[in-house]
């Protein structure tokens, strides 16, 4: 497939909107539940909250370049029953509006105490918090399974095309939240590091499981199956025409093998092993500069894994345009 | 339940690509709007077609078979473009089973063409939607056009009758016996998406021809009463006067 960088970055980004917000709650609730230190950290949520926001948006606007007519997006909801697309459509601004409110409450420090359960106090905050999580957890579904539910696409139609999106946005959210920690949060900033290790090497061990599994994949349809001849040695002589088509561009990268295992290296060590490493240091030794690394470095990383993604997915329409004559 | 298709003979079809460039004129000139045709006497012409004739070449030199290959939507019965559309807009006909694409709700985000297996949907890059082959449904309802005409412009314009179009699920149809009688095929089965246009094999009659055949074994020039001229005679020339 030629991959769109409208939908990489769309995806990159909502990715790491969503791991950052998820990173923020999972304090928060920890927070809760006594497990670390309470208090003061409002305002550190609701820059969180905004940051992810900013994010989401971000990501929203890159994903209308990516349409034909972006006037008529709107309608992109309608076939929730069917799409997963319009269920991300529909997940997206609903997720964004939840996490707007988290943020506003703790930024305007408007947190009502509902209920108190034994020494656990659960505020406002809390149960917004806890939709905005249930959303991002089917936006992170829907996203994923985009690219999941096309079973001829072989290399995407596994769960692990969801559980990495989920991990790889997870793990990205987590290190911004770990930086940001640094800076507005510094109690908690070992909570996030931590955390964002854990993440980080199961995202590597979920991505390099797909990664065997797609270099071990045997194409279920050939020349012979898609123009139903029986023998043995057939081969295009021309695909019709002499000019590009849709067909043509849409659905190969056009970059040679070296450039693909370039990019497939280069990711694996800047989305695992350089932010993993960097972060394991932080823990060591607490300088802040290595945190602004693995972020570059693992954001940089992403777009190549994503570019990678897209790139690897080999469509079966390519059985038909092989030779221009 | 209805389901019109094509079925495309691929033991007669000879690639002159007169059903491309058929279906390219009647689909300019309709009420959809013109097709993409950008540079097409230029230099890197290019364009949105929804037919095309690809060509194959089976065996290995010198014993090949050349297959001239129209490929145009297949109209699936169970169509994997349909249900990915986020905004609806394509669609499958419940009353006729043709799978077709409604310019006004479409968005142009590609996701329908990255779920066809076959490459039959492409975006127009001019009107930013995705088009493909809509079966001429324009022709085959309209009733101002006589009847032999209300069928797709490629089935018309074929000068092989390479292409029949009718309606699959009824047995005792055109196509239906062809496919039947032919052993026509699907394309891409593995992937289940039942398409409706069948094509029939390739399939070369051998003849047998015996010696004797060639020559009779009563061949009247050797009948024992008959005797050729002799030579040596006057002939007629010699005799008649002019």
């Known amino acids: 497939m030629q991959p769109a960088f409208s939908v990489i970055f769309l995806t990159t980004l909502i990715g790491m909107g969503q791991g950052l917000f998820l990173a923020i709650y999972t304090d928060q609730v920890y927070s809760l539940l006594n497990v670390l230190p309470q208090g003061g950290k409002s305002q550190f949520y609701a820059i969180g909250s905004g940051i992810a926001l900013i994010l989401l948006s971000l990501g929203l606007i890159a994903a209308m370049f990516h349409l034909g007519r972006p006037e008529r997006a709107w309608r992109a909801m309608t076939q929730w029953r069917t799409s997963w697309l319009s269920r991300e459509v529909i997940v997206l601004p609903i997720f964004m509006a939840f996490l707007f409110c988290y943020g ?100 590597y061990l979920f991505r390099y499981a797909s990664l065997i599994r797609n270099k071990r994949l045997r194409p279920k349809s050939t020349v012979q199956t898609a123009i139903g001849v029986r023998h043995t040695k057939i081969k295009q002589k021309a695909m019709g025409f002499m000019g590009g088509s849709v067909n043509t561009r849409d659905f190969f990268h056009n970059k040679t093998k070296t450039t693909i295992l370039f990019i497939k290296h280069s990711f694996v060590v800047l989305v695992f092993y350089l932010p993993i490493a960097l972060l394991a240091f932080f823990l060591l030794w607490g300088i802040t500069d290595l945190l602004i690394v693995a972020l570059i470095s693992q954001s940089l990383g992403l777009i190549m894994e994503r570019w990678y993604f897209f790139a690897d997915a080999n469509h079966p329409q390519n059985i038909y345009y092989q030779s221009i004559a | 339940m209805t389901q019109l298709a094509l079925v495309i003979d691929l033991n007669v079809c000879v690639g002159c690509h007169a059903c491309v460039t058929n279906c390219k004129e009647w689909n300019t000139s309709g009420a959809a709007g013109a097709l ?35 490929k145009s939507c297949l109209h699936c019965e169970d169509p994997p473009c349909v249900p990915v559309c986020p905004t609806g807009a394509s669609y499958k006909r419940k009353e006729d089973g043709i799978v077709l694409v409604d310019y006004d709700k479409c968005i142009g985000c590609r996701y329908c063409s ?54 699959v699920h009824d047995p005792d149809s055109e196509v239906s016996k062809t496919i039947r009688e032919r052993g026509g095929y699907q394309l891409m089965p593995e992937w289940g998406s039942k398409p409706s246009n069948h094509y029939l094999p390739r399939r070369i009659s051998h003849y047998k021809i015996h010696p004797d055949e060639l020559e009779r074994a009563d061949n009247p020039l050797k009948k024992e009463d008959y005797q050729s001229p002799d030579l040596s005679e006057p002939s007629l020339d010699d005799v008649t006067s002019w």
């Open chain 1, 104 to 203: 506003a409450i703790h930024y305007l420090e408007w947190n009502i105490q509902l209920i108190t359960i034994g020494a656990v106090v659960i505020d406002l905050s809390v149960i917004i918090g806890l939709f905005a999580m249930i959303t991002a957890s089917i936006l992170f579904l829907s996203t994923g399974m985009i690219y999941a539910c096309l079973k001829f696409l072989q290399e995407w139609h596994t769960p692990l095309t969801v559980i990495n999106y989920v991990l790889l946005g997870s793990a990205s959210g987590f290190t911004l939240s770990t930086l940001l920690a640094a800076l507005y949060s510094p109690q908690s900033v070992n909570f996030y590091a931590g955390w964002t290790i854990v993440i980080s090497l199961l995202a």
């Open chain 2, 36 to 70: 993409a045709d950008d540079r097409p006497y230029g230099e890197d012409p290019t364009g949105t077609f929804f037919n095309r004739v690809q060509t194959y070449e089976v065996g290995e030199f010198p014993k090949t078979e050349t297959i001239h290959f129209p």
């Open chain 2, 114 to 167: 990255w779920a066809c297996p076959y490459g039959a949907r492409e975006i127009d890059e001019h009107q930013k939607v995705m088009k493909k082959c809509t079966l001429c449904v324009d022709r085959i309802y309209d009733t101002n056009l006589p009847e032999t005409e209300r069928k797709p412009a490629c089935v018309l314009a074929c000068p092989t009758s390479a292409r029949i179009f009718g309606d």
